[in-house]
């Protein structure tokens, strides 16, 4: 059978489907209910199928009807995808390339990971995004993003498959300003300590709070922070002791003037870098990847 698919009735159809009613997906569509009727009986019979069963007021898929918008979110993904591809520049232009970084990733590791990629790929133009991963995934989804760096794995619950692949698991730290840590008792460890911490959602903050809550141990919570980088300019003001990773234990003493506690929490943080299911593939995404789950060789 040569099927001729017409794309715009595809187009309304995931309107319907998604907004569940014919009113509905007509009032997003600014066209009249009507005449999205018509175009999607128009599909139905162009397929053969029944797409939708009435049930009350609303209009529920069939089982045919379902495989039709799994495949329909797929085509619409990949045309944005190419409008993305084409909007970004032709040929002769450097490549551009769109990642993410969630706020918890520790900036001094972001930088080594950007430095490392232009190391190899001299001509990459990159953009970075910060933000929380519940924000930086459904970027990804939509191929507003090429890549994502965070301290945990993408969800499941996302239509658009995505693929997460650990960039490393690294030994957490706490660092504190020279003269925070004169006061610091080894015996007492953090028991009473002033710390910075991250916020509640974070994968380390969890980590930290069962690990103390085992051992009996309260720490002086003054601050919580969604950025890394926030909590080392009030760490290095002696504030409160702050966690880190391993890789950059030198470069926060170089640059904040934080010097490491003598305490092993035994604890790990894992870093992920979370790609989308591309049609396309470029050689910037693929470069930062390979940096990102390179950071611990140096």
Partial sequence: MNLQLNYHHLRYFLAVATEGGITAAASVLHVSPPTLSAQVRELEGSLGVELFRRQGKAMVLTDAGRVVKRYAERIFAFGDEMAEVVRRGGAGEPETVYVGIADAVPKLLASRLLLR????????????????????????????????????????????????????????RFVASQALKKSYKRARGLDAFPVLLPTRESPLRRSLD????????????????????????????????????????????LRYGLVELPLRTGLHEELFVITAERQFSHEGPRVLSHAARSLTDR
């Fill in 210 to 253: 069962a690990s103390w809550a085992s051992d009996g141990i309260l720490p002086d919570i003054r601050a919580e922070f969604d950025d890394a980088a926030a909590m080392c300019e009030l760490a290095a003001a002696g504030v409160g002791a702050a966690p880190v990773l391993s890789p950059v234990l030198a470069d926060v003493g």
């Fill in 117 to 172: 990629s232009w190391e190899e790929l001299p001509g990459l133009r990159v953009v970075v995004r910060e933000g929380l991963p519940g924000e930086l995934f459904p970027a990804l989804a939509s191929h507003h993003l090429d890549l994502v760096i965070a301290n945990e794995p993408a969800p499941g619950s996302l239509k658009t498959v995505l693929f997460s692949h650990s960039a490393g698991r690294f030994v957490v």
